[in-house]
T-cell receptor, first 113, second 113 residues
Framework: NAGVTQTPKFQVLKTGQSMTLQCAQD?????MSWYRQDPGMGLRLIHY???????DQGEVPNGYNVSRSTTEDFPLRLLSAAPSQTSVYFC????????????FGSGTRLTVV | GNSVTQMEGPVTLSEEAFLTINCTYT??????LFWYVQYPGEGLQLLLK?????DKGSNKGFEATYRKETTSFHLEKGSVQVSDSAVYFC????????????FGKGTLLTVNP
C-alpha cells in the first residue's frame, strides 16, 4: 500500500479515552477518506475530504471528527471512545482523474474496552 | 442511493475449481465498478475494475464484465489456487458521489489444496 501510511497499526483504548488515527500520503492527491470495516458489514465511509480545508460526512460519521489542514494529512479523531467503535479503520486516497482508482492504507485495528 | 449486494460466503473450493462470486448493484447514473481483494491481515488491493457497460476487467486470472442490463458485475476465475484465499469486495462509485466508494459486505473465499 505504498503512498498511504496509517499509524498506529494496533491500539487498545478504554471507554471514554480519546485518540487520533493518523493517515498520511506522499502523492499530493486531493481526495482522502476514512472507512471502518466490521464483520459482515463491508466497509463503511466515515468522513472524506476533497482537498485541504474541505471535509464532509460519510455514512457513519457519529463519534468521529476530522480536519484537513494540509494535502498530505487527514487525521481521524475519536473524542470519547466507545466499545461500538471497535473496528478496523482504513484510510484511502483517490488516485488519477479520468481513469481513477483508490489506494488503501494497511489499516489500524482499534479495540475499545 | 447506491448499494451493492454480493453473495454471502463463506465460499470453500478445492484447488483448480471454477469460481463465481455474484455482485449486483443499484446506482444513479453510470457507475464505475470495482473488485477489491483483502488477504489475511492486510489492507484492500484493487483487483480489477470496469468503467462502462460491457467493459471487462481482468487481472491475475480473474475477470468481471459490467452488465448494465442485469446491473451485475460477477467475479470469475477458471482455476483457483490456494493463494487466492481472501475476502473479495465488490464496490462502485456513481453519479454525484464519484468520490465515494460503496462496498458490498464481502465474500470470504477459502481454497483448499
Amino acid at each position: 500500500n505504498a503512498g498511504v501510511t496509517q499509524t498506529p497499526k494496533f491500539q487498545v483504548l478504554k471507554t471514554g479515552q480519546s485518540m487520533t488515527l493518523q493517515c498520511a500520503q506522499d502523492m499530493n492527491h486531493e481526495y482522502m477518506s476514512w472507512y471502518r470495516q466490521d464483520p459482515g458489514m463491508g466497509l463503511r465511509l466515515i468522513h472524506y475530504s476533497v482537498g485541504a480545508g474541505i471535509t464532509d460526512q460519510g455514512e457513519v460519521p457519529n463519534g468521529y471528527n476530522v480536519s484537513r489542514s494540509t494535502t498530505e494529512d487527514f487525521p481521524l479523531r475519536l473524542l470519547s471512545a466507545a466499545p461500538s467503535q471497535t473496528s478496523v479503520y482504513f484510510c484511502a486516497i483517490r488516485t488519477g482523474t479520468g481513469n481513477y482508482g483508490y489506494t488503501f492504507g494497511s489499516g489500524t485495528r482499534l479495540t475499545v474496552v | 442511493g447506491n448499494s451493492v449486494t454480493q453473495m454471502e460466503g463463506p465460499v470453500t473450493l478445492s484447488e483448480e475449481a471454477f469460481l463465481t462470486i455474484n455482485c449486483t448493484y443499484t446506482a444513479t447514473g453510470y457507475p464505475s465498478l470495482f473488485w477489491y481483494v483483502q488477504y489475511p491481515g492486510e489492507g484492500l488491493q484493487l483487483l480489477l475494475k470496469a468503467t462502462k457497460a460491457d467493459d471487462k476487467g481482468s487481472n491475475k486470472g480473474f475477470e468481471a464484465t459490467y452488465r448494465k442490463e442485469t446491473t451485475s458485475f460477477h467475479l470469475e476465475k477458471g482455476s483457483v489456487q490456494v493463494s487466492d484465499s481472501a475476502v473479495y469486495f465488490c464496490a462502485l462509485t456513481s453519479g454525484g458521489s464519484n468520490y465515494k466508494l460503496t462496498f458490498g459486505k464481502g465474500t470470504l473465499l477459502t481454497v483448499n489444496p
